[in-house]
């Protein structure tokens, strides 16, 4: 059981530059989500998915797109980076069943990106 | 004003010192606080949980929540060096999470 994985772990982009962010979970989970954390600000949701083919905004999802195309990958897209998107990301995924395990999220190793 | 508030440390204790982790949130219809620990260059992890106003305790670990004041702890009795990591409190509700920003805590042997 691999639980929560996320490709690349590490990358460097220049300003304008586009890419993916993949997450990919073997739990079985309906829920997945994109978080990016940042120094003195916590965790903060970007974009979150309920179910296969579905997705839904989060607090900061301006400059990012996602898509659900199967139950166990979660992709975050960054159409033109910048500067302001250097960040740690992370994924996280959960149950659907009770309103805890909805709570209880399983959370990937993150991607530090930095975008020049 | 943030949704939750959190003491930013850092803290720096040795080995066997209680460690008192402290948090304040403005969301009343926050029923569930988290804790979830995070390893450095690891992702959070879930530590404890508690629902409404009260205390609970998991070995070394107690949190304690006072929804009166809108007030969430987490105690380390015994630290050891292994519990150096970051600490995040997490309130929610309505299938929402928040996240506090995070103390760390560093355990000196």
């Known amino acids: 059981n691999a639980g929560v994985t996320q490709t690349p772990k590490f990358r460097v982009l220049k300003t304008g530059q586009s890419m993916t962010l993949l997450c990919a979970q073997d739990?079985?989970?309906?829920?997945m989500y994109w978080y990016r954390q940042d120094p003195g600000m916590g965790l903060r949701l970007i974009h979150y998915?309920?179910?296969?083919?579905?997705?839904a905004k989060g607090e900061v999802p301006d400059g990012y797109n996602v898509s659900r195309l199967k139950k166990q990958n979660f992709l975050l897209g960054l159409e033109s980076a910048a500067p302001s998107q250097t960040s740690v990301y992370f994924c996280?995924?959960?149950?659907?069943?009770?309103?805890?395990?909805?709570?209880?999220?399983?959370f990937g190793p993150g991607t530090r990106l930095t975008v020049l | 004003q943030k949704e939750v508030e959190q003491d930013p440390g850092p803290l720096s204790v040795p080995e066997g010192a209680i460690v008192s982790l402290n948090c304040t949130y403005s969301?009343?219809?926050?029923?569930?606080f988290m804790w979830y620990r995070q390893y450095s260059r690891k992702g959070p992890e879930l530590l404890m949980y508690?629902?409404?106003?009260g205390n609970k305790e998991d070995g070394r670990f107690t949190a304690q929540v006072d929804k009166s004041s809108k007030y969430i702890s987490l105690f380390i009795r015994d630290s050891q060096p292994s519990d150096s990591a970051t600490y995040l409190c997490?309130?929610?509700?309505?299938?929402?999470?928040?996240f506090g920003a995070g103390t760390t805590v560093t355990v000196r042997a």
């Open positions: 997490s309130p929610a509700g309505d299938y929402k999470l928040s």
């Open positions: 969301n009343s219809a926050f029923q569930y």
């Open positions: 508690t629902y409404s106003s």
């Open positions: 998915s309920v179910g296969e083919g579905t997705t």
């Open positions: 996280a995924s959960s149950y659907v069943a009770a309103r805890l395990s909805q709570l209880t999220q399983f």
């Open positions: 739990m079985n989970h309906e829920y």
